[in-house]
């Protein structure tokens, strides 16, 4: 069912940011991507000694000082951090002057999954330790989730829409999707729409490796992720930020943006099953596609390119493969698929948002960065990847998949801006 046949406000793509594993702006995150560099390396945000994963895609050189106050930035959590840089730059991108808008046009929609994971634990460290009553008085400003999105409308000046996505791993497709509902029905003329996720610790590391989802490749961390590998043995833990500049599309031409793209299509389900196992039979998945396909007025065999969720997990990859197979019929074996995560691990609830400024960059570069340590076939896994090349096509529509706990699923559809539709 369409969710955009009655609304005729389009909405473009105006700016990016993007703070990650494989570089600190979106353009060094795009180039590398394309080189097929991967960004995983020791884990050090936290002591992984007594864990079986130890090993993380993290933004090594990010400082904070680079966009935030040293008062403000020891008062927000990383997640924070990441996110107001991502947002800056963003903003900068799209050269918007927020001091010459009507700020309360100017919203902020962002997903992440778990908030300030490692200040949670610090201070729950505190209060076993030393009592609550030494805690951070900053500890709730910090943690809670919405504080990313708080902090960014606070940076910018953003007085407009603002709310959070927590939807697990599907949180930045979620939130850009519901900026983009936000434009459409003229709740807001522009959106900071993605991302940010900075949980690396114990707490959340021990989580994930007693659920047996991670990684144990120490031993060689770049070739750790490998989605769709016969090989893949866990997702590699990750953090980041991506932020895109969301416009009315009207109101972008009349300022005389440089429009990137356009956001046409948004779908979402749910699988209304397991907890932390997607559907085998990717029903609920293909639905989600399929709504975002239709969404933006397209049919499948106008999907030129899928910006796989592609975790490196055993089943995910093949699920997700029967979604794309169940969707698309004969065709899925000509569409191609990668997997940003194979080079960046698994960013949780910013991943939907780095994976974005990729499918952006997919569209204006014309060109498709590959699915790297793809390198054993697996018979579940039949569809053409992208294998460890990138490669140049001509890409007008391209779908990015993010699933999440839960079984959250939401889709995305970006095309080629042309002036004349």
Not at 304 to 318: C, R
Request: with cysteine.
């Amino acid at each position: 069912m369409s969710m955009n046949n009655t609304n005729p406000r389009r909405v473009v793509v105006t700016g990016l940011g993007a703070i990650t594993p494989l570089g600190l702006s979106a353009d060094e995150f795009w180039s590398n991507l394309l080189a097929g560099r991967s960004g995983i390396g020791p884990m050090t945000l936290c002591d992984p000694t007594d864990y079986p994963c130890r090993i993380a895609g993290q933004a090594d050189d990010f400082d904070p000082s680079d966009y935030i106050g040293a008062r403000e930035a020891r008062r927000m959590a990383r997640f924070s951090q990441l996110a107001v840089a991502a947002a800056v730059q963003a903003v900068r991108d799209a050269t918007l002057e927020i001091e010459n808008e009507d700020p309360y046009r100017v919203g902020v929609l962002l997903g992440n999954g778990n908030g300030g994971f490692p200040t949670l634990e610090e201070n729950c460290r505190i209060l076993a330790d030393r009592g609550g009553m030494r805690m951070s008085p900053f500890f709730f400003p910090m943690v809670l989730p919405n504080m990313a999105a708080a902090n960014v409308s606070q940076y910018v000046g953003a007085h407009g829409y603002n709310s959070t996505a927590t939807t697990a791993c599907a949180a930045s497709n979620n939130a850009i999707g519901e900026a983009l509902q936000v434009i459409r029905h003229g709740v807001a003329d522009v959106m900071l729409a993605g991302g940010a996720e900075a949980g690396i610790s114990q707490l959340g590391l021990a989580g994930f490796a007693v659920m047996r989802a991670l990684s144990t490749r120490n031993d060689d961390p770049e070739r750790a992720s490998r989605p769709f590998d016969a090989e893949r043995d866990g997702f590699v833990p990750a953090e980041g930020a991506g932020v895109l500049v969301l416009e009315e599309r009207e109101r972008a031409i009349a300022r005389g943006a440089r429009i990137l793209c356009e956001l046409s299509g948004f779908g979402v389900t749910a699988d209304a099953g397991h907890l932390v196992q997607p559907q085998e039979s990717g029903a609920s998945a293909a639905r989600a596609m399929s709504n975002a396909i239709d969404d933006a007025g397209l049919l499948p065999a106008d999907v030129h390119y899928i910006n796989a969720h592609g975790t490196s997990t055993p089943l995910n990859d093949a699920v997700e493969t029967a979604a794309i197979k169940r969707l698309f019929g004969d065709a899925a074996l000509s569409i191609p698929v990668s997997s940003t995560k194979s080079m960046i691990g698994h960013s949780l609830g910013a991943s939907g948002a780095l994976e974005a400024v990729a499918c952006v960059k997919t569209i204006v570069d014309q060109k498709i960065h590959p699915t790297v340590n793809y390198e054993h076939p697996d018979p579940d896994c039949d569809l053409d990847y992208v294998p460890n090349q990138a490669r140049e096509a001509t890409v007008s529509n391209v779908m990015s998949n993010a699933f999440g706990f839960g079984g959250q699923n939401a889709c995305l559809i970006f095309r080629q801006h042309r002036s004349q539709l």
